[in-house]
């Protein structure tokens, strides 16, 4: 059975950085991978996405040139670097992964998702 675990959030002053990993367990799958969040009475939204290379990657418009995924397949893990964190980045972020080689930016694509984890970022 294939699972997804999530480290790496907490409470940060804006301005500051966090990296979320994410770690597939399993063999044998080639996954891309995104990340969503969701914030208080919030829809869930597309962050970042990353093929299975780790060769193509995606931003939503809001994150970009401040948020950067990448993966270390060897390791089974992507990580999201967050910097210049914001408060409206606060949200319950998740990685979600999705039997392809290439991300999706639409929740609907992924049947893989993990535990998420809370971001906070206090102004």
């Known amino acids: 059975q294939v699972q997804l675990v999530e480290s790496g959030g907490g409470l940060v002053q804006a301005g500051g950085s966090l990296r979320l990993s994410c770690t597939t367990s399993g063999t044998g799958v080639n996954y891309a991978m995104s990340w969503f969040r969701q914030g208080p009475g919030k829809e869930r939204e597309f962050v970042a996405g990353?093929?299975?290379?780790?060769?193509?990657?995606n931003y939503a418009d809001s994150v970009k040139g401040r948020f950067t995924t990448s993966r270390d397949n060897a390791k089974k893990t992507v990580f999201l670097q967050m910097n210049s964190l914001k408060p409206e980045d606060t949200a319950v972020y998740y990685c979600?992964?999705?039997?392809?080689?290439?991300?999706?930016?639409?929740?609907?694509?992924?049947?893989?998702w993990g535990q998420g984890m809370q971001v906070t970022v206090s102004s």
């Open positions: 990353i093929n299975f290379s780790g060769r193509n990657t």
């Open positions: 979600a992964a999705r039997d392809s080689l290439y991300y999706s930016a639409s929740p609907r694509d992924f049947d893989l």
